[in-house]
């Protein structure tokens, strides 16, 4: 709606252009901004939507081989809103996979299709961590002995087990264990070690943080 200048003259000096906040006949919930010389552009006011029980919260996850997600909790979300989610890793990156060990930023992007309504602000980030999974790889050393040979290496039968593995993920380990020393005796200190990996990616073995447990 164009507003003839002359019409409202008496309301605003010419030498200092601002908002006018009534003109008679014109319905008063309209705000009025200047547009050019000699007129007065007349928009509808918009309506701030109330975001006061939108959740959107920072969480922290443990790796479970699938995707993790955090989503808006909004109780009293308008019919008319509509919400996009995007997730970028550590550099800042755009993925579309976020399920492995790392930080990533979650953002939320508001859409409002109704024009009598606005959203402020359009958009809200939070971060999103993806803790290792512990695996554990047991190995039974009871009953576990040697003749006397000088040295402290054992010799290892039998293989650990391994729990916590998701999946058809699997690991390979080099397990070497030692007693505490050469000399011949009994309830000796055993010292387990082992070099684990894995052979199904490259980033799975990131995935796990492994606990080698030795039951004397």
Same mark, same amino acid.
């Given at each position: 709606?164009?507003?003839?200048?002359?019409?409202?003259?008496?309301?605003?000096?010419?030498? +200092?252009?601002?908002?006018?906040?009534? /003109?008679?006949?014109?319905?008063? !919930?309209?705000?009025?901004?200047?547009?050019?010389?000699?007129?007065?552009?007349?928009?509808?006011?918009?309506?701030?939507?109330?975001?006061?029980?939108?959740?959107?919260?920072?969480?922290?996850?443990?790796?479970?081989?699938?995707?993790?997600?955090?989503? /808006?909790?909004? *109780?009293?979300?308008?019919?008319?809103?509509?919400?996009?989610?995007?997730?970028?890793?550590?550099?800042? !990156?755009?993925?579309?996979? +976020?399920?492995?060990?790392?930080?990533?930023?979650?953002?939320?992007?508001?859409?409002?299709? !109704? @024009?009598?309504?606005?959203?402020?602000?359009?958009?809200?980030?939070?971060?999103?961590? /993806?803790?290792?999974?512990?695996?554990?790889?047991?190995?039974?050393?009871?009953?576990?002995?040697?003749?006397?040979?000088? $040295?402290?290496?054992?010799?290892?039968?039998?293989?650990?087990?391994?729990?916590?593995?998701?999946?058809?993920?699997?690991? @390979?380990?080099?397990?070497?264990?030692?007693?505490?020393?050469? $000399?011949?005796?009994?309830?000796?200190?055993?010292?387990?070690? *082992?070099?684990?990996? @894995?052979?199904?990616?490259? @980033?799975?073995? $990131? !995935?796990?943080?492994? /606990?080698?447990?030795?039951?004397?």
């Amino acid at each position: 709606v164009s507003v003839d200048c002359d019409a409202v003259k008496a309301l605003v000096a010419d030498t +200092h252009p601002q908002p006018i906040p009534y /003109i008679p006949g014109v319905d008063a !919930n309209y705000s009025f901004d200047y547009a050019g010389v000699g007129t007065i552009v007349v928009v509808p006011a918009r309506t701030q939507i109330d975001t006061t029980n939108l959740i959107f919260v920072s969480a922290t996850y443990t790796y479970n081989g699938e995707n993790q997600f955090i989503v /808006i909790s909004w *109780s009293d979300m308008p019919s008319y809103v509509s919400v996009a989610y995007s997730y970028t890793d550590a550099l800042g !990156n755009a993925v579309a996979e +976020h399920k492995n060990v790392g930080s990533y930023k979650v953002t939320a992007s508001f859409t409002v299709s !109704n @024009t009598d309504y606005y959203m402020e602000p359009e958009s809200y980030t939070v971060d999103m961590v /993806i803790g290792a999974k512990d695996v554990t790889v047991t190995f039974d050393s009871t009953g576990l002995s040697k003749i006397y040979d000088g $040295n402290t290496n054992i010799t290892l039968d039998s293989q650990p087990t391994v729990a916590g593995l998701l999946g058809e993920d699997s690991i @390979t380990y080099d397990l070497t264990a030692k007693f505490e020393d050469a $000399n011949v005796g009994v309830g000796k200190k055993i010292t387990l070690n *082992s070099t684990v990996a @894995t052979p199904v990616g490259a @980033t799975d073995l $990131n !995935n796990y943080n492994i /606990i080698l447990v030795g039951a004397d």
